[in-house]
């Protein structure tokens, strides 16, 4: 699975922002997709996960309430709805894809991963 990760852009605080991340391949409904940040100077942290049919939806304590993972089967495709922007959401967000089999929190236990996408959040 090859996954492209793009919308990333600078916003405001407050504001609202897109993530996709498009996966080639026929079995992209077959992984538990998540999305992990890392800003600079740190470790690489979970955001948001998905299961394969986006029934199941898990965030991280930071995030949730403000941040909406789903995902389009049909598309090969999976987003991230940011909203209500802080300044310490600024990082590289990256999508990744696993088999599920493992704590989805753990970067290690994704098989695949994004190129990143930019997001920073002025105050």
């Known amino acids: 699975v090859q996954l492209q990760a793009s919308g990333g852009g600078l916003m405001q605080a407050g504001g609202s922002l897109r993530l996709s991340c498009a996966a080639s391949?026929?079995?992209?409904?077959?992984?538990?997709m998540g999305w992990f940040r890392q800003a600079p100077g740190k470790e690489r942290e979970f955001v948001a996960a998905?299961?394969?049919?986006?029934?199941?939806?898990f965030y991280a304590d930071s995030v949730k309430g403000r941040f909406t993972i789903s995902r389009d089967n049909a598309k090969n495709t999976v987003y991230l709805l940011m909203s209500s922007l802080k300044p310490e959401d600024s990082a590289v967000y990256y999508c990744?894809?696993?088999?599920?089999?493992?704590?989805?929190?753990?970067?290690?236990?994704?098989?695949?991963w994004g190129q990143g996408t930019l997001v920073t959040v002025s105050s």
């Open positions: 990744a894809a696993s088999q599920g089999l493992l704590d989805l929190r753990v970067p290690l236990s994704y098989d695949y």
């Open positions: 998905i299961g394969r049919i986006g029934l199941s939806t």
């Open positions: 391949g026929r079995t992209f409904s077959s992984y538990v």
